[in-house]
C-alpha cells in the first residue's frame, strides 16, 4: 500500500469526497513527518530571524546574573518596614550604586543607598522604594512606611534564565523575543534548520503573466505574487518556476523539475474535475497522490501527495511534498493558511506548538452572516477594537473566490467551523488574524 493510502485508512471516517478541515490538517500532519529537515547551519544572530532553531540552548549563567534594581530608589533592609511604628521611615544614605558596577562599601541596618534601575543589589538589602514617593534632605531620606512591602522591586538573580536550564528548545521559531534572549546569554550565532526550499508554479492556458498583452478570457496571474510573498514572509527559499500550460508534458517537466529542486511544491489550478484540467492526471502518473474535495469554502479542490526524486537530486528524503491547491486567488490563499502553512512550519523543523495554525480571536458579529452546518468557511472580515469591549468584525467586501481586493480590506479570517449554524448580529465567532501571517 503506497504511503498516502495507509495515512487514509488510518484515519477515522476518511472521505476524499467531503473532507473535514480537522481530516486535511490530521491528513498533512502525518504527511510531512517524514520529510521534517534534519540539514543544519549556524548564523548570526542578525540573520537568524525566523529560522527555527535546530537544538536545544542552555543557559550559561543565571540572567540576570545578580539580584538588581527594578527602578530609581533607594535600596535598603526591608526588616525596618516590620520594625517601623511611625508613619514615615527615615534612613541615612550612605551613596549611590549605579548600572554596571557593585557598590563598595559598608553599610547598616539604618542605611539606604541611591540606587539606579538594574544597579546591583548590596548584601543585605532586599528592598527599593521608588524615588517618587521619596523626600530627601541633606543625607536622609523620608518615605511613608505602607508605600511598599519588604522585598518590593527586586530583581532576583535568575529569574529570567537559570544556569544549567533549557533556555530555547529545538524546533522553536527565533523571533524577535527569542534573539534578544539569545543576545542576553552572549551568544553570537544560533544552530538552526537549513531554510525550507518550496518550488512554485501556477498552470492554466487562461493565465496571463505581467508584460503579456490582455486578451478575450484570459487573466493576469496573482497568484504567483500572493504565494510568493505568503512564502517569503514564512522564512523559505522560493523557487519560482513561473507559468505552466495544460499540456502533460509540460505539466510532467515541471513536476519533475520542481521535486528535483525542492522540499516542498506548490501549485494553484488544475486539481479540480475539469476535462481541460491534465494536472491530476499527470500527478497521478508521477506520484503518490490523494485529490479531495474539502469540506470548506472557499478552497474545495485540493491535491497532496509525494513526487519521487531523482536519485542522488536530493539531501533529505526520497520524495518531495505536493500541494495542489485551488486556481482562484482567493482560495489560494485560504488554502495555504489553513494547511499549507502548518505542514511547511513543520517540514522547517518547528515543534507541534510552533506549527500550530494561528490562535483565533473572539469577536462579536457587526452583522447576520448565513451558514450551513457541514462545512467550514473562511469569510474575509475587518476587525476593530473598543477598549473595554470585545473586538467586533465585519465583513469586508464581495466575499467571491476571485476577490482579492476584500482580503486587501479585511485583516482576518472569520471562521465559521464545520457544524456552525447562521451567526446573528452580536454573535461571539472566531477569527484568524492576518498580522504576523501574511
Not at 159 to 176: H, I, S, T, V
Not at 197 to 214: H, K, M, N, Q
Not at 335 to 364: H, I, K, W
Amino acid at each position: 500500500m503506497s504511503r498516502v493510502a495507509d495515512i487514509a485508512a488510518a484515519l477515522a471516517g476518511y472521505d476524499p469526497k467531503a473532507l473535514s478541515v480537522d481530516g486535511v490538517q490530521a491528513f498533512l500532519a502525518s504527511l510531512v513527518e517524514p520529510a521534517i529537515l534534519r540539514a543544519r547551519e549556524p548564523v548570526p544572530l542578525f540573520q537568524a530571524l525566523g529560522r527555527v532553531l535546530a537544538e536545544d540552548v542552555i543557559s550559561p549563567f543565571d540572567v540576570p546574573p545578580h539580584d538588581n534594581s527594578a527602578m530609581d530608589g533607594f535600596a535598603f533592609d526591608g526588616s525596618v518596614l516590620d520594625a517601623s511604628s511611625s508613619e514615615f521611615v527615615s534612613l541615612r544614605v550612605a551613596g549611590t550604586a549605579l548600572a554596571g558596577a557593585a557598590w563598595r562599601g559598608t553599610l547598616t541596618r539604618g542605611d539606604a543607598l541611591k540606587i539606579m534601575t538594574g544597579a546591583v543589589m548590596p548584601a543585605g538589602f532586599d528592598t527599593v522604594v521608588p524615588q517618587e514617593f521619596c523626600t530627601v534632605d541633606g543625607d536622609a531620606v523620608r518615605f511613608p512606611a505602607n508605600a511598599l512591602r519588604r522585598g518590593d522591586n527586586r530583581r532576583f538573580a535568575g529569574e529570567d534564565l537559570k544556569q544549567g536550564r533549557p533556555a530555547l528548545l529545538q524546533g522553536e521559531r527565533l523571533m524577535p523575543a527569542a534573539l534578544g534572549l539569545l543576545a542576553s546569554l552572549g551568544q553570537a550565532e544560533a544552530c538552526v534548520f537549513r531554510r525550507l526550499r518550496v518550488a512554485y508554479f501556477s498552470t492554466g492556458d487562461e493565465i496571463l503573466s505581467l508584460g503579456e498583452p490582455p486578451r478575450e478570457g484570459a487573466v493576469y496571474d496573482s497568484n504567483s505574487y500572493t504565494v510568493f510573498g505568503l512564502l517569503t514572509r514564512l522564512g523559505c527559499e522560493v523557487v519560482d518556476l513561473g507559468m505552466v500550460r495544460d499540456d502533460p508534458a509540460a505539466l510532467a517537466s515541471a513536476l519533475s523539475d520542481a521535486a528535483n529542486k525542492a522540499d516542498a511544491i506548490i501549485t494553484s489550478g488544475g486539481v479540480s474535475v475539469g476535462e481541460a484540467d491534465h494536472t491530476r492526471a499527470v500527478m497521478r502518473q508521477l506520484g503518490d497522490m490523494a485529490f479531495w474535495r474539502v469540506a470548506m469554502r472557499p478552497g474545495r479542490p485540493m491535491a497532496v501527495g509525494l513526487i519521487p526524486r531523482t536519485p542522488g537530486a536530493a539531501d533529505e528524503s526520497g520524495a518531495t511534498v505536493l500541494f495542489g491547491l485551488p486556481g482562484n486567488p482567493v482560495a489560494v490563499m485560504v488554502t495555504f493558511l489553513a494547511f499549507v502553512r502548518p505542514a511547511l512550519l513543520r517540514l522547517m523543523g518547528c515543534n507541534a506548538s510552533n506549527a500550530a495554525p494561528p490562535p483565533m480571536l473572539r469577536a462579536r458579529s457587526a452583522g447576520s452572516i448565513r451558514k450551513k452546518p457541514g462545512r467550514t468557511e473562511y469569510q474575509r472580515g475587518r476587525v476593530t477594537c473598543t477598549p473595554g469591549t470585545l473586538p467586533e468584525v465585519r465583513i469586508a467586501g464581495n466575499q467571491g473566490s476571485g476577490v482579492l481586493s476584500s482580503m486587501v480590506e479585511g485583516n482576518g479570517l472569520v471562521v465559521l467551523h464545520h457544524a456552525q449554524d447562521s451567526v446573528s448580529p452580536g454573535d461571539e465567532v472566531d477569527v484568524m488574524m492576518f498580522d504576523g501571517v501574511i
